[in-house]
């Protein structure tokens, strides 16, 4: 049973305000089959409700950011979400993520729900969460690459699976060498992808904070560790293999080769998530992952 966000002061923090200025651009996923029929019901629906600046299909953000809206409505799943808001950079929107995907984690609205709270959704700024976002930058010889995660930098050891050597320090303080198949630097919105399934802490997703999770350590004493957003994290790669490489969000990925360093701060704008106001802050954990579910119970 949904559990329905009752609390009195959202109900007395929200009034209604004129929205008909309020820009709102809509992005859909141009690879999910209903996307473009959902864009085209949102756009309709939207017309006359706020300003609408333009809606197209499209991975990029770009575009969007061009018409300097207030919102981007984002059709597609968790992972269109994410990769709208990599490409935002430096001027990051508040998005509302409408799931026609599987999970729907980050996508909190459904088509239906978004219209029934569309004033609020596009209104009311006390529904945005902030979110950290990783600056990750991978040094090779002579050369780096910059990529922003909003879940995670995943380090794999990759064919021919053997076991790799990582090198893990803090603010410059060198903590431990990872042996195993690899290492994951989370945000705490990312706490529930990866980081979750390789046995990492579930953090609140609006804390300030990074999480360095090992995968597969070859050690007892390898257990995740959480430190304050504003540390810097690195990770040299002392011992790999061919197949070794650094993984952003699951869409960037950069080889990497012995005495390669993947860093990762704070980047200086947070990803800002419109909250869907009819669940509570749980919900998703609770009925989708089905956290804290007893053996036997659905």
Same mark, same amino acid.
């Given at each position: 049973?949904? $559990? !329905?966000?009752?609390?009195?002061?959202?109900?007395? #923090?929200?009034?209604?305000?004129?929205?008909?200025?309020?820009?709102?651009?809509?992005?859909?996923?141009?690879?999910?089959?209903?996307?473009?029929? @959902?864009?085209?019901? *949102?756009?309709?629906?939207?017309?006359?409700?706020?300003?609408?600046?333009?809606?197209?299909?499209?991975?990029?953000?770009?575009?969007?950011?061009?018409?300097?809206?207030?919102?981007?409505?984002?059709?597609?799943?968790?992972?269109?979400?994410?990769?709208?808001?990599?490409? !935002?950079?430096?001027?990051?929107?508040?998005? %509302?993520? @409408?799931?026609?995907?599987?999970?729907?984690?980050?996508?909190?609205? #459904?088509?239906?729900?978004?219209?029934?709270?569309?004033?609020?959704?596009?209104?009311?700024?006390?529904?945005?969460?902030?979110?950290?976002?990783?600056?990750?930058? @991978?040094?090779?010889?002579?050369?780096?690459?910059?990529?922003? &995660? %909003?879940?995670?930098?995943?380090?794999?050891?990759?064919?021919?699976?053997?076991?790799?050597?990582?090198? !893990?320090?803090?603010?410059?303080?060198? $903590? +431990?060498?990872?042996?195993?198949?690899?290492?994951?630097?989370?945000?705490?919105?990312?706490?529930? &992808?990866?980081?979750? #399934?390789?046995?990492?802490?579930? %953090?609140?997703?609006?804390?300030?904070?990074?999480?360095?999770?090992?995968?597969?350590?070859? #050690?007892? +004493?390898?257990?995740? $560790?959480?430190?304050?957003?504003?540390?810097?994290?690195?990770?040299?790669? =002392?011992?790999?293999?061919?197949? =070794? /490489?650094?993984?952003?969000?699951?869409?960037?990925?950069?080889?990497?080769?012995?005495?390669?360093?993947?860093?990762?701060?704070?980047?200086?704008?947070?990803?800002?998530?419109?909250?869907?106001?009819?669940?509570?802050?749980?919900?998703?954990?609770? /009925?989708? *992952?089905?956290?804290?579910?007893?053996?036997?119970?659905?």
């Amino acid at each position: 049973m949904p $559990l !329905l966000c009752e609390q009195s002061s959202l109900k007395e #923090s929200y009034a209604r305000m004129p929205t008909s200025d309020t820009r709102v651009y809509l992005l859909g996923n141009p690879e999910k089959k209903n996307a473009p029929k @959902v864009l085209e019901e *949102l756009r309709t629906f939207a017309a006359g409700r706020c300003t609408v600046t333009g809606a197209t299909l499209a991975h990029d953000g770009q575009s969007a950011l061009a018409t300097s809206p207030d919102r981007i409505v984002v059709v597609g799943g968790d992972g269109t979400l994410i990769g709208v808001a990599r490409t !935002l950079g430096d001027r990051q929107v508040p998005l %509302i993520g @409408v799931n026609v995907g599987k999970l729907g984690f980050l996508a909190e609205f #459904s088509v239906e729900e978004l219209k029934r709270h569309f004033d609020r959704a596009i209104g009311d700024d006390k529904l945005i969460s902030r979110r950290t976002v990783l600056e990750v930058t @991978v040094q090779h010889a002579g050369a780096s690459d910059r990529s922003l &995660a %909003i879940n995670d930098c995943v380090i794999q050891a990759g064919p021919p699976f053997r076991m790799i050597h990582l090198d !893990l320090s803090v603010n410059g303080e060198r $903590l +431990t060498t990872v042996a195993g198949d690899g290492l994951i630097v989370s945000t705490p919105s990312g706490s529930t &992808a990866h980081n979750l #399934s390789a046995g990492g802490p579930i %953090i609140q997703p609006d804390l300030c904070a990074i999480i360095v999770t090992p995968l597969c350590p070859h #050690s007892l +004493t390898h257990k995740p $560790l959480v430190v304050e957003c504003e540390s810097v994290i690195e990770v040299a790669a =002392t011992t790999v293999n061919e197949g =070794t /490489t650094a993984i952003i969000d699951g869409q960037v990925s950069y080889p990497l080769k012995a005495g390669d360093r993947v860093i990762g701060r704070r980047f200086a704008h947070d990803f800002l998530l419109v909250r869907n106001p009819q669940y509570a802050r749980w919900q998703q954990l609770i /009925t989708k *992952l089905h956290w804290g579910h007893l053996p036997g119970t659905a």
